[in-house]
């Protein structure tokens, strides 16, 4: 099985800063990369796939980015109901998800 | 715009088997370029892809669950379901169905409200 490992496990940050997380896979998975917004007792939310296309709906300041093994979710501007826990999954193989980041108001 | 529903018992003893379906709506399951997939999620833990299947019933499964795991569809009903059988209390998760859409690198780009399954006897 394919492991993605994110980081920080959890980033305090204020509304309006920029805030990046960071998935690297145990193996390339070239851009079979997704990235989901998760919040409190609702099912995730797909932003990003093919590692850096924006999911149609989702506000242009979130991106992504990265190929191989080593991929970025990048969140400008930060507004209020971005506070959340963000995944990532690769689906090279049978998918895998990261262990999650959670994004907390400073 | 698909939606998703699963439904089914939100309590199973352990060592028995727990049987969840998936209703979607708004859209075929036999339409190409869509998997069917089941998402697990442990309270206050992370997502563990279970497996899919497609309209084919061409089934995939994580290694970790392929001996206890079943997914089937009903296409004429438009649902899928899941089987998951001998469980124990580590099988207790909130449990989501969701469309895998292939041109869109095989992300999960529509999920279920999920359903609570609590193992306990």
């Known amino acids: 099985d394919i492991q993605m490992t994110q980081s920080p496990p959890s980033v305090s940050a204020s509304v309006g800063d920029t805030v990046t997380i960071t998935c690297r896979a145990s193996?390339?998975?070239?851009?079979?990369l997704a990235w989901y917004q998760q919040k409190p007792g609702t099912a995730p939310k797909l932003l990003i796939y093919?590692?850096?296309l924006l999911q149609t709906g989702v506000p242009s300041r979130f991106s992504g980015g990265g190929s191989g093994r080593d991929f970025t979710l990048t969140i400008s501007s930060l507004q209020p109901e971005d506070f959340a826990v963000y995944y990532c999954?690769?689906?090279?193989?049978?998918?895998?998800f990261g262990q999650g980041t959670r994004l907390e108001i400073k | 715009q698909v939606q998703l529903q699963e439904s089914g018992p939100g309590l199973v003893k352990p060592s028995q088997t727990l049987s969840l379906t998936c209703t979607v709506s708004?859209?075929?399951?036999?339409?190409?370029?869509?998997?069917w997939a089941w998402i697990r999620q442990p309270a206050g833990k992370g997502l563990e892809w279970i497996g899919r299947?497609?309209?084919?019933?061409?089934?995939n499964y994580i290694s970790s669950l392929e001996s206890r795991a079943v997914i089937s569809a009903d296409t004429s009903k438009n649902q899928f379901s899941l089987t998951l059988k001998s469980v124990t209390a580590a099988d207790t998760a909130v449990y989501y169905c969701?469309?895998?859409?292939?041109?869109?690198?095989?992300?999960?780009?529509?999920w279920g409200q999920g359903i609570v399954v609590t193992v306990s006897s």
């Open positions: 299947i497609y309209r084919s019933g061409y089934t």
């Open positions: 193996q390339g998975i070239s851009t079979w």
């Open positions: 093919s590692a850096s």
């Open positions: 969701g469309r895998e859409v292939e041109a869109d690198g095989r992300s999960l780009d529509s």
């Open positions: 708004g859209g075929s399951m036999s339409s190409s370029g869509y998997f």
């Open positions: 999954q690769q689906t090279n193989s049978l998918p895998t």
